[in-house]
């Protein structure tokens, strides 16, 4: 696991494109037969990708976060982006084929993650918050999300935004977790941009409809903006004081996953055109 600290706006009004890289940017979420984990000072948010192939994987941090267990007092959002899996929860195995997702409380003990076929391995993206009340485990398929069709064509903006963990559908600490894909031909994501000062937010990118595609990330104050060019599968960290949208050269998906004062999704402040530098 790596640690990433927190910034002020005027942190990166300086930085030239490696740091503002460095700082933001996780640049590999999925390595086969591991696991890389990022822990940031923004709402201590951990976030990134289990990988299991020949044998299962368990996230084991316990002196790092000076408790017993991993999610002695944390809750997990997982959501699988690749082949067939499974994940055993203190001893029962759940199927997850891709797309599926899950939360898993406050107070587990073990989350034991497999692969069905070592050469197709699942990808869990999984995404930690910290919690203070266990809430129920739930297994979360793609088919329950709830799907918010947003923008439009003569936008390129046509996208669905599929929430997996969202208040008005189950108990949850802190987090809220989605999954937003782009319609074939659009490439706008979160445009109109906004903030929401209340929360963080982090967004992972991937399924490019062209592997060669990137995706010009674009953080910052609404009046000081900078960007970040993504490969799939790479990951950024958007402050609450950060605007957070992005631009691809072609069609792609990213997971969303937040935390901070609410768990009131549109609490969004919607930034005019005209204020973007
Ligand atoms: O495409 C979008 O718009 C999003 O997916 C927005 C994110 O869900 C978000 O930023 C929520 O705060
Ligand atoms: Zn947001």
């Excluded at 592997?211 to 990951?235: S, W």
Aim: charged share 20%; with cysteine; aromatic share 10%.
């Amino acid at each position: 696991m790596v640690t990433r600290f927190a910034h002020a706006p005027e942190d990166i009004q300086h930085y030239d494109t490696s740091k503002l890289r460095e700082e933001f940017l996780m640049d590999k979420i999925f390595n086969p037969g591991d696991i890389l984990l990022t822990y940031t000072y923004n709402d201590r948010m951990i976030f990134g990708g289990v990988t299991p192939t020949t044998e299962p994987l368990e996230i084991k941090l316990s002196k790092e976060l000076g408790v017993n267990f991993f999610l002695q007092r944390r809750e997990l959002g997982v959501i699988n982006i690749g082949g067939k899996g499974s994940i055993t929860i203190n001893g029962q195995t759940e199927e997850m084929v891709k797309q599926d997702g899950y939360y898993i409380g406050m107070g587990t003990e073990h989350v034991v993650f497999a692969s069905a076929d070592a050469s197709d391995p699942a990808k869990f993206y999984v995404v930690s918050t910290p919690a203070h009340k266990t809430y129920p485990n739930k297994k979360l398929p793609f088919a329950n999300a709830l799907a918010k069709p947003m923008g439009d064509q003569a936008h390129m903006n046509k996208r669905t935004i599929y929430k997996y963990i969202d208040a008005s559908q189950m108990d949850t600490c802190q987090l809220q977790m989605g999954y937003t894909v782009l319609a074939p031909g659009s490439s706008w994501n979160t445009m109109p941009a906004h903030t929401h000062a209340r929360r963080m937010e982090t967004y992972m990118y991937f399924d490019f409809t062209d592997p060669n595609a990137r995706v010009f990330h674009i953080l910052g104050k609404p009046n000081e903006t900078r960007h970040i060019v993504l490969n799939p599968e790479q990951a950024v960290v958007n402050p609450s004081w950060s605007i957070h949208c992005g631009v691809g050269t072609s069609s792609y998906s990213f997971i969303w996953a937040m935390c901070g004062e609410n768990q009131t999704y549109d609490d969004m402040d919607q930034i005019p055109m005209n204020e973007l530098r």
